[in-house]
């Protein structure tokens, strides 16, 4: 069953150019959230721009705790040299290459592209207003085709009690499940 993951802002905003809107760390339930997920899933699909983005990490490997990275590019394979990663050419092509229930990860196009086989989302909703661009800008969910099965309130602030911890939310948002109900 492909999902999808996203966080975004009020306005559906998910990015600024090639850049994200929040540093990973500064939204920490987010991460770890992310984390667990893809951990479940095993598979993860994500567009050239957002993992050619991470540049550093990719050296290493990006996601450590994921058996397989699909990443989707129209670009040959003999144009990159990054370990242990799958090319497709389409989103039909990355979902029949998946060894596990994908999770698209994004960025926006790669989003459009795989709303329309997606049956589950799972969204982090920024409760804040940032600036994003037009052109990333997560899809509304149609009403008639997507019901909210899930709704968990996490306040800014840290995570828990302890001092120590670094662990910490710079917004409020909310962690929030979609399930497909029909298809157009
Ligand atoms: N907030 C979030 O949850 C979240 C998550 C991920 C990313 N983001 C943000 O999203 C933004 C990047 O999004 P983006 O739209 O620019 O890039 P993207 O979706 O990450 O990648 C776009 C690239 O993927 C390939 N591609 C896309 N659709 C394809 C298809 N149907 N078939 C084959 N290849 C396809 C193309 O690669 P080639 O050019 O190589 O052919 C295309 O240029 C950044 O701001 C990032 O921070 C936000």
Same mark, same amino acid.
């Given at each position: ?8 802002? !009020? ?5 600024? @150019?090639?850049? &994200?809107?929040? #540093? ?5 339930? $987010? ?67 998946? !060894? ?5 990860? @994004?960025?926006? &196009?790669?989003? #459009? ?5 997606? $049956? ?65």
């Amino acid at each position: 069953m492909p999902a999808m993951i996203v966080a975004y802002d !009020r306005q559906r905003g998910i990015g600024k @150019g090639k850049e &994200q809107l929040w #540093r990973p760390y500064e939204m920490a339930s $987010d991460k770890e959230r992310f984390r667990m997920i893809s951990r479940e899933m095993g598979t993860i699909i994500v567009g050239s721009n957002s993992l050619i983005d991470e540049q550093i990490d990719l050296i290493q490997r990006p996601f450590p705790k994921v058996d397989q990275v699909i990443m989707l590019s129209r670009r040959d394979k003999s144009e990159f040299t990054i370990p242990d990663i799958d090319i497709a050419h389409s989103m039909e092509e990355a979902l029949e290459m998946a !060894r596990h229930d994908p999770l698209i990860i @994004g960025g926006a &196009q790669v989003y #459009r592209a795989g709303l329309p086989y997606a $049956d589950r989302i799972y969204a982090t909703e920024i409760d804040a207003d940032l600036p994003h661009d037009e052109a990333t800008r997560f899809p509304e969910l149609l009403p008639d085709q997507w019901r909210e099965t899930e709704r968990t309130f996490v306040p800014a602030g840290k995570l828990n009690d302890d001092t120590e911890s670094k662990k910490q939310n710079i917004y409020p948002s909310y962690e929030v499940t979609y399930e497909r109900i029909a298809r157009s």
